[in-house]
């Protein structure tokens, strides 16, 4: 079994920042590729940024030059730096991992976590 764990989430104003928290556990041989999902109200749940157990990264258009997504492979970590933040900024924030369970695995599975909430005010 395995879990993943955000933190960080809150209220900010805008223009200002939040780093966001994400440690997986459990049951992991390895994790390919995490990353940050966000979802507004009313909209579909939409990629923030990715990065590969390589360090590359990948980003939306609206959050490059922004956000910033970092990982710790030794503590199974995710993170996003966020600056400069926009009202429209403000979604539940999920991350995600693909887990490998063995060297065994041909693919890995995808676990999410339960959301923290970015509010950013004007």
């Known amino acids: 079994q395995v879990q993943l764990v955000e933190s960080g989430g809150g209220l900010v104003q805008a223009g200002g920042s939040l780093r966001l928290s994400c440690a997986a556990s459990g049951s992991i041989f390895s994790i390919d590729a995490m990353g940050w999902y966000r979802q507004a109200p009313g909209k579909q749940r939409e990629l923030v940024a990715v990065?590969?157990?390589?360090?590359?990264?990948n980003y939306s258009d609206s959050v490059k030059g922004r956000f910033t997504i970092s990982r710790d492979n030794a503590k199974n970590t995710v993170y996003l730096r966020m600056n400069s933040l926009k009202p429209e900024d403000t979604a539940v924030y999920y991350c995600n991992a693909d887990i490998y369970y063995s060297d065994y695995d041909a693919l890995g599975v995808l676990y999410w976590g339960q959301g923290t909430q970015v509010t950013v005010s004007s």
């Open positions: 990065i590969t157990s390589g360090g590359s990264t």
